[in-house]
């Protein structure tokens, strides 16, 4: 073989090295960039189940909304900012796919082709769509789908957790057929479902107050620029919604002796199950409750929720009238601040000491001011409160 050929074919080779070098990062590299260009669609998406989420919530505040009533686009479009891609694009996410809004009591989703589409990127299993996923029994049960939550169960969505936040979200509404489905294969009926609660505004005599039983640590309430702290720090106040709590505050009797049939206990969270029905005037679901024993057992708690029997009975028990939370806040200041003013009174006249002071220097005198209880006021006054 000459020189020339040898030369020949050593450039040749190096050439298909080379190039086989090229080829092989290419096939490297473009994958990868195209990978992160849909996740950056995705995430994109993601924001937008977020600001949608958020508009869903402003709108079922500002218009008194709840339950299982359904909100449309054009509900939810005068609380995203003008002229930006969602308030434009009539509903649809940047993959041109609807969002599922859901009840107001319920999740927003990801469209399911939308989470089809970006499953190269962000798999269904990676938990990149958080609470937006589509694929959970939660979101099964809120679209009221009992194939679907047949099928999800089947394929052992959730396994690890059971269905325990699936359970909580039929038992608060009242959904019988998937209580039994979801016990039936795992479900845990004393455990903490850990739903989010959408935080309302609710008026005492002319006060908006940012508060209804918050989560711990935050700031819940304002008025004339005044704010105050939450009630949360504590063992006390750090509760979940167990399936039981929430099927009685919304007075759902057949779930209620559904659960009870399914050994659920009436005094997790300290019996939180009955005073809610109490506070929410639910008498048939109150007595099915203390037939199964229910017993609650935090003082605090039952002047929280103007629970006037359970408060009767600790206080007949040796209860300290004057315990206080973690905030100074004692039984009447919190019956003064959730708004159960024949509580807060009586509580003044079985001797409540008037002059304590909580976490923000304030007393029950100046609450009562602030949110201008007068009735209150005068008692406080004539027991020896002093402004």
């Given at each position: 073989?000459?020189?020339?050929?040898?030369?020949?074919?050593?450039?040749?080779?190096?050439?298909?090295?080379?190039?086989?070098?090229?080829?092989?990062?290419?096939?490297?590299?473009?994958?990868?960039?195209?990978?992160?260009?849909?996740?950056?669609?995705?995430?994109?998406?993601?924001?937008?189940?977020?600001?949608?989420?958020?508009?869903?919530?402003?709108?079922?505040?500002?218009?008194?909304?709840?339950?299982?009533?359904?909100?449309?686009?054009?509900?939810?479009?005068?609380?995203?900012?003008?002229?930006?891609?969602?308030?434009?694009?009539?509903?649809?996410?940047?993959?041109?796919?609807?969002?599922?809004?859901?009840?107001?009591?319920?999740?927003?989703?990801?469209?399911?082709?939308?989470?089809?589409?970006?499953?190269?990127?962000?798999?269904?299993?990676?938990?990149?769509?958080?609470?937006?996923?589509?694929?959970?029994?939660?979101?099964?049960?809120?679209?009221?789908?009992?194939?679907?939550?047949?099928?999800?169960?089947?394929?052992?969505?959730?396994?690890?957790?059971?269905?325990?936040?699936?359970?909580?979200?039929?038992?608060?509404?009242?959904?019988?057929?998937?209580?039994?489905?979801?016990?039936?294969?795992?479900?845990?009926?004393?455990?903490?479902?850990?739903?989010?609660?959408?935080?309302?505004?609710?008026?005492?005599e002319g006060a908006t107050?940012?508060?209804?039983?918050?989560?711990?640590?935050?700031?819940?309430?304002?008025?004339?620029?005044?704010?105050?702290?939450?009630?949360?720090?504590?063992?006390?106040?750090?509760?979940?919604?167990?399936?039981?709590?929430?099927?009685?505050?919304?007075?759902?009797?057949?779930?209620?002796?559904?659960?009870?049939?399914?050994?659920?206990?009436?005094?997790?969270?300290?019996?939180?199950?009955?005073?809610?029905?109490?506070?929410?005037?639910?008498?048939?679901?109150?007595?099915?409750?203390?037939?199964?024993?229910?017993?609650?057992?935090?003082?605090?708690?039952?002047?929280?929720?103007?629970?006037?029997?359970?408060?009767?009975?600790?206080?007949?028990?040796?209860?300290?009238?004057?315990?206080?939370?973690?905030?100074?806040?004692?039984?009447?200041?919190?019956?003064?601040?959730?708004?159960?003013?024949?509580?807060?009174?009586?509580?003044?006249?079985?001797?409540?000491?008037?002059?304590?002071?909580?976490?923000?220097?304030?007393?029950?005198?100046k609450y009562s001011t602030?949110?201008?209880?007068?009735?209150?006021?005068?008692?406080?006054?004539?027991?020896?409160?002093?402004?």
């Open positions: 073989m000459t020189g020339s050929k040898k030369s020949t074919l050593s450039t040749l080779g190096g050439i298909a090295l080379v190039g086989g070098i090229v080829g092989f990062y290419a096939a490297v590299a473009i994958p990868s960039f195209t990978r992160a260009r849909l996740r950056a669609s995705c995430s994109t998406v993601l924001g937008q189940c977020r600001q949608t989420d958020a508009a869903k919530d402003q709108y079922a505040l500002e218009n008194n909304k709840a339950g299982t009533m359904t909100p449309d686009w054009a509900d939810l479009t005068p609380y995203l900012k003008a002229g930006s891609f969602l308030a434009m694009n009539g509903g649809n996410d940047s993959f041109g796919n609807p969002f599922i809004i859901g009840p107001v009591n319920g999740s927003l989703y990801v469209n399911p082709k939308t989470m089809e589409a970006c499953k190269y990127a962000a798999p269904p299993e990676s938990g990149f769509w958080g609470p937006y996923n589509p694929h959970t029994l939660v979101a099964a049960v809120s679209a009221n789908d009992g194939g679907l939550l047949k099928q999800f169960i089947a394929e052992g969505v959730d396994s690890k957790t059971k269905g325990s936040e699936a359970l909580v979200l039929a038992s608060k509404n009242g959904q019988t057929t998937f209580i039994e489905l979801l016990v039936a294969n795992g479900a845990d009926v004393n455990a903490n479902g850990n739903l989010s609660r959408r935080w309302q505004s609710k008026s005492i107050v940012l508060h209804d039983r918050a989560p711990p640590g935050d700031s819940v309430w304002s008025m004339n620029g005044v704010a105050g702290h939450s009630y949360g720090g504590d063992e006390r106040n750090r509760w979940f919604e167990t399936p039981l709590i929430v099927a009685s505050e919304s007075g759902q009797l057949q779930t209620v002796r559904l659960l009870l049939k399914h050994g659920a206990d009436p005094n997790r969270e300290h019996g939180r199950a009955l005073m809610l029905a109490r506070e929410n005037g639910y008498t048939d679901v109150a007595d099915l409750l203390v037939k199964a024993g229910a017993k609650p057992d935090d003082l605090l708690i039952a002047a929280e929720f103007g629970d006037t029997e359970t408060v009767n009975n600790l206080l007949a028990a040796g209860a300290d009238i004057n315990m206080k939370d973690e905030t100074g806040r004692t039984p009447l200041i919190r019956a003064i601040l959730d708004d159960h003013n024949d509580l807060a009174l009586a509580l003044i006249a079985k001797g409540a000491d008037v002059s304590v002071k909580d976490m923000d220097g304030r007393t029950a005198l602030i949110f201008y209880k007068t009735p209150i006021a005068e008692a406080l006054k004539k027991a020896g409160a002093k402004d």
